[in-house]
């Protein structure tokens, strides 16, 4: 290649955003299949209660569940929250790569039926984004969207409202995310879940905090029977 052809080819092809290699056949959106498959998926055994990835399963639960009780029946992530799938949530949600919201979605409908599928649960409820905020798009709504519709089920977006704004929590202490969190949700119209029991979606699970603000509110705005969380990621 000459000078100008290597520019162009610069230019104009498009690469991964993780690591530069021209893009293929088998890209994810914005990302080539090599990284995409980096991308570590949670295998058994995980933490019966929040999700967490185990070395061994000697013990159902991490260590942290040993201390802590959750609001939320149990929670289960797709993959684990570190090197290319924390870039690519970052591309997803603040630098308008939503064509990776379709391959998240089909990571989260794998991770969902081969944990035992979604039996029970009769809608979905996304953790919202606190609205007046510039940025409209909700990332947990995209994964909720898509996991509704590959298991046929409803999903309510306007019913659970962030009342304020929030800081992301996995930039924060542990002291600091419960903190940052709390009283931080609302439920409208809590009689529509009436003994329902709840799929709670979100992006990322860091220590739960999250988690169990939300299904607190749901569970003590409503009849609810049960809220069960579902997060794209899971911090080790
Ligand atoms: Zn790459
Ligand atoms: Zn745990």
Redesign the pocket.
Known sequence: MNFLEELLDLVFVPRCLECGAKLGEDRRACLCGRCWASIRLIKPPA?V????QLMSDLEP??G??LEATHIFTDNRSAAVYEGVMRNAIHLFKYKDKRKLGRYFGEMSVQALLSTGGLSGIECVIPVPIYRKKRRDFNQSEVLARLIGEAFGLPVHSNLLVRTRDTRPQHELSRGERRQNVSGAFFLKNGQELDSRSVLLVDDIFTTGATANECAGAILSGSGAKLVRVFTLARGE
């Open positions: 933490c209660s929040c999700g967490k639960l991490c942290d569940c």
